[in-house]
């Protein structure tokens, strides 16, 4: 109900009303003037007291200001009804209105309406007054174009200087108990809750003027996790990108206003009001302080609002999404954990943040009938603009996790918000302040969460997959997950330096399978890279991998991990009996399912190989290396057209992909494209140079070009980085027989791998008619035509490898072949 008065003042109308209190246009008795009444009261569990002080502490902010472009204070009164300021009343149109209404403003009127209110802060800033919620629907302009700023009800006496300690109040509150200010236009420090100076009003009067040059916010979220987010970690935007007639001097200057850091904003407000008359003088007229006029196009029309409506009361942005209840459940099935945003004060961090979304992910995958993306695709999007719909899209998921960790000191803060991909939907936020040593804690219930959000129930198995069984101390997963984030960098020294870091987590812990894990995979890599030799990689790799088994039978990671070494050694059986265990118990497991694709392929199960792969590239839709691996699969299933096509996506992806160029060479060497095929050899740099040159000596002597062939394989004999495999395959090509026998006996008493693909690569065709090449099958443990081979468990094992294959059948074959 609007009262008949209050106090001395007459009510005339209602203006505005907001979930503190209301504004009233009113009549001063005593000397005949319209006012604005702005009441205040008291809600919840906050009482009259509280609402009195806060409405004091914005008198008296505002009454020491006398400016041309502030809203001045004339009383401050009580009734029972709760607490009243009054205040100027201005007439005119707020600019929020103005931008709902018309879009963006013309450059050269936000030229105007910017000195204003740069001139305006400087005088409140010269007084110690920091405002704190500077936005457009506190600025109001006059039908003769002046700007007033309206409510100082959040404004905080201060000290002036930046970098100066402030006198910072009791209590920074709403009267419900939120966080003050408004999320679109808080600075960065302010979400973080850093204390404030003079340079958040010019942060946020940059986001106001980028608002009225765009028509659009410079950073946008669906909710307050997505929108705090974006703030403060995305790129500060710049405003021609959204319009390209803004001036370049003053997109420099709102630009250098938002600045994310506070020492790169302008330390004062006066800086900031020489900067635009400057750049108002390139525009034409140079705009005067509080200039009259005519008023500014578009801007006629008179509105009833006097100081604006009340301020919104705001929640804290963060915690305000810890939602009670159940998740809303829902039947989406597939998910992507985006990386979480680290917004710990320095920024070394940044391995925690990474490392508790893919502990997450890895959580997640246990659970059968969810699809979750994996890391490596996720990844990609790391500080990425793009929007959670095209993520969606891109990955082929219905619903996406978003967060943030924040650690500081002891404490974690870990922000998390489950999102329909296509309608933008929350189906699910929480936030989490806990010590530490409670992370895995939270980690196990932000996948149950999901869970049930995706699935409406956990099942029995589901909620002991997502148990938190084994968590080490804080201090060893602190290194555990260093390590996991120098392994990602696929360096030699990030591999190093990750071996160094799952060492000591098992010198600390040594029960802790995963830190074991993660050393099989970090020597494995090593040594599949190059960087150490394989042999010995491959024995600290096993012995690594084995010990995590040894200690959790249960890690898919560590099964995997062996399971490849297996594969590698040509034990084709433990390879399978490791892959199929590995995908029981993560099912989600791209690396497995990319793995077992190239097993299967090897032991020519063709079908089954792409159907893997492709299972692998959903789950990890943008690696190149399971991309690759699909074109190869292809490839050793004489499917040459789809393997162009294919490896030519893979080199949309990274056109400098090596592996993918040396497998397209391959396949144009195959169906007698031989200068495409010299093309792609050549553009095959990265690949260690005798590979290289092997692989061009094979494309030649395809093509006929025997001499040029020999005179390269003359030159490789020698070269013990070559494996012996590469020169066979070129002399089966140059129908040079004996000597190719010759060089695969070489490679299987050096463990060459790639007689793993001997049943299928066609660069080995040219043998398979002789005798030889079915001992030699036998001898490696590959037998029967390749799509006729028995399902995988019932492959034969790989007989010892020390005198596998005698040098008298052998021998024998050959002399008489």
Same mark, same amino acid.
């Given at each position: ?493 990030? /591999?190093?330096? =990750?071996?160094?870091? $799952?060492? %000591? &987590?098992? *010198?600390?812990? #040594?029960? +802790? @399978?995963? !830190? ?55 034990? /084709?059986?433990? =390879?399978?009996?490791? $892959?199929? %265990? &590995?995908? *029981?118990?993560? #099912?989600? +497991? @791209?690396? !497995? ?75 144009? !060497? ?148």
């Amino acid at each position: 109900m609007v009262p008949s008065s209050i106090g001395p003042y007459r009510i005339v109308d209602r203006l505005g009303s907001g979930a503190n209190g209301d504004v009233y246009l009113a009549e001063d008795t005593r000397l005949g003037r319209k006012v604005a009444v702005k009441t205040l009261f008291a809600l919840g569990s906050k009482d009259l007291s509280e609402a009195r002080s806060w409405v004091l502490r914005e008198a008296r902010a505002a009454a020491r200001l006398n400016h041309p472009n502030i809203a001045s204070v004339y009383d401050v009164l009580e009734s029972p009804s709760g607490a009243h300021i009054v205040m100027e009343y201005v007439r005119g149109e707020t600019l929020s209105a103005r931008l709902r209404e018309h879009g963006a403003l013309p450059p050269s009127l936000v030229m105007e309406v910017a000195v204003q209110l740069a001139e305006a802060l400087a005088e409140a800033h010269a007084f110690g007054v920091v405002h704190r919620d500077l936005k457009p629907s506190n600025m109001i302009i006059t039908p003769n174009g002046k700007v007033k700023i309206l409510d100082f009800g959040l404004a905080q006496v201060r000290a002036a200087a930046p970098g100066s300690t402030p006198a910072r109040p009791s209590s920074d509150f709403t009267l419900d108990g939120g966080q003050v200010g408004t999320p679109p236009y808080m600075p960065p420090e302010h979400l973080m809750g850093d204390p404030v100076d003079v340079r958040g009003d010019i942060y946020s009067l940059g986001v106001t003027l980028y608002e009225l040059l765009t028509g659009q916010r410079p950073f946008q979220g669906a909710n307050a996790v997505a929108l705090t987010t974006a703030i403060l970690t995305e790129p500060t935007p710049r405003a021609r990108d959204a319009n390209a007639t803004v001036p370049p001097a003053l997109e420099a200057i709102v630009f250098r206003a938002m600045s994310r850091l506070p020492q790169d904003r302008y330390a004062a407000a006066t800086e900031l009001a020489r900067d635009l008359r400057r750049a108002a003088a390139t525009m034409g007229e140079a705009p005067t302080k509080s200039k009259p006029g005519a008023a500014p196009p578009g801007l006629t029309r008179t509105s009833r609002l006097a100081i604006g409506v009340a301020s919104a009361a705001v929640l804290g942005v963060l915690a305000a999404l810890v939602l009670a209840g159940r998740p809303k459940l829902v039947t989406r099935h597939s998910i992507a954990v985006l990386p979480l945003k680290n917004l710990s004060p320095d920024p070394d961090n940044e391995y925690f943040s990474d490392g508790i979304t893919e502990d997450i992910i890895a959580q997640l995958g246990t659970v059968a009938s969810v699809k979750v993306i994996s890391a490596g695709s996720v990844m990609t999007y790391k500080n990425h603009p793009k929007s959670a719909r095209d993520i969606g899209r891109e990955l082929g998921v219905t619903t996406i996790l978003e967060g943030s960790v924040r650690r500081a000191g002891n404490q974690v803060r870990i922000v998390s918000q489950l999102s329909d991909a296509t309608t933008n939907e929350q189906l699910w936020a929480a936030t989490y302040d806990r010590e530490l040593k409670d992370t895995f804690a939270i980690q196990s219930d932000v996948s149950r969460q999901i869970v049930t959000a995706l699935k409406g129930q956990l099942s029995p198995d589901d909620s002991a997959r997502l148990g938190t069984r084994g968590a080490p101390s804080f201090d060893v997963f602190d290194l555990y997950l260093r390590g996991r984030y120098y392994w990602n960098l696929r360096t030699e020294e990030g /591999f190093r330096k =990750a071996i160094d870091y $799952f060492q %000591r &987590a098992t *010198e600390k812990d #040594p029960g +802790y @399978a995963a !830190a074991y894990a993660g050393l099989a995979d970090a020597y494995d890599l090593l040594g599949m890279y190059g960087f150490m030799p394989i042999e010995m990689a491959a024995s600290r790799a096993r012995t690594a991998a084995l010990k995590a088994l040894e200690l959790d039978a249960t890690l898919a990671e560590a099964h995997a991990s062996l399971a490849l070494l297996q594969n590698q050694s040509l034990d /084709f059986a433990g =390879a399978e009996a490791g $892959f199929r %265990r &590995a995908l *029981e118990l993560n #099912p989600n +497991y @791209a690396t !497995a399912h990319h793995w077992y694709a190239n097993y299967l392929s090897q032991i020519g199960r063709m079908e089954a190989a792409q159907t893997e792969i492709r299972r692998a590239q959903e789950l990890d839709p943008l690696s190149v290396a399971v991309s690759w691996a699909l074109g190869n699969i292809l490839y050793l299933a004489r499917r040459y057209d789809d393997a162009v096509a294919s490896l030519d996506a893979t080199l949309k992806m990274d056109p400098h992909f090596a592996p993918a160029h040396g497998t397209l060479a391959q396949v144009h !060497a195959e169906t007698g494209a031989s200068e495409k095929a010299v093309a792609e050899v050549e553009r095959s740099q990265g690949t260690p140079e005798g590979e290289r040159r092997a692989l061009l000596a094979y494309v030649y002597a395809r093509a006929g070009r025997s001499n040029e062939a020999m005179s390269i394989v003359n030159g490789l004999v020698a070269d013990k980085h070559v494996a012996p495999s590469s020169l066979a395959v070129v002399y089966a090509a140059l129908t040079r027989t004996d000597e190719a026998f010759r060089w695969l006996q070489r490679a299987h008493d050096v463990n060459d791998m790639t007689l793993a693909y001997l049943k299928v690569d066609p660069r080995f065709d040219p043998l398979r008619s002789d005798r030889r090449f079915d001992a030699m099958l036998r001898a490696v443990g590959l037998t029967g035509s390749p799509e006729a081979v028995a399902p995988a468990q019932n492959s034969p094992s790989r007989p010892p490898r020390v005198g596998l294959v005698p040098e008298g059948p052998i021998s024998a074959m050959h002399e008489r072949g």
